[in-house]
């Protein structure tokens, strides 16, 4: 008789890791047959790569860069590139280094702004979807007009999601 397994996911509510803290295969009895405390794939489950996208995350703030690739991660996404500028991920498109399905980009980054970013890899591989991040709403107008998904901070886990999993 074949084991039947379920998964559980301890949250602790406006934690810095926006609740993800820990998974584990339990089988129906109770017994914990894995576990790890890096979000991701519990052991013994198996993601659906027909659903997989390859993310790009740009943001200046390195702590969210972590945060944002942990939730990607967890919702059965592949990090593709991450960077700290939009100079970082244009030289990689354009030297084809990475090829991701979508770029998440922070609008205010030091040498290279997202929307400069964004129309130089757009120029480079028009078939990339971005989502423009920014706290600035002021930006909303200019990235919706260049074709781009705006998100406005702060955002919930759930609006990511779905844009990242509409796409």
Do not use: C
Not at 55 to 64: G, H, K, P, T
Not at 116 to 125: D, H, L, P, V, Y
Request: hydrophobic content about 40%; aromatic content about 6%.
């Amino acid at each position: 008789m074949a084991t039947k397994s379920i998964v559980i996911l301890r949250t602790e509510p406006m934690s810095p890791t926006f609740g993800l803290k820990f998974f584990a295969s339990t089988n129906v009895d109770g017994d914990r047959t894995h576990g790890h405390s890096e979000p991701g794939r519990p052991g013994g489950i198996q993601e659906n790569r027909a659903g997989v996208k390859r993310i790009a995350i740009v943001y200046d703030e390195e702590d969210l860069v972590r945060v944002y690739s942990m939730m990607v991660k967890s919702w059965g996404h592949r990090i593709e590139f991450t960077g700290s500028d939009g100079t970082d991920i244009v030289k990689a498109i354009i030297e084809n280094k990475v090829q991701p399905d979508i770029v998440l980009l922070d609008h205010r980054m030091r040498a290279m702004n997202g929307l400069e970013a964004a129309k130089r890899i757009r120029a480079s591989n028009p078939s990339v979807r971005i989502v423009m991040v920014s706290a600035d709403d002021s930006v909303r107008e200019q990235a919706i007009r260049a074709g781009l998904i705006f998100l406005q901070k702060p955002f919930s886990r759930a609006e990511l999601k779905d844009i990242l999993n509409d796409l």
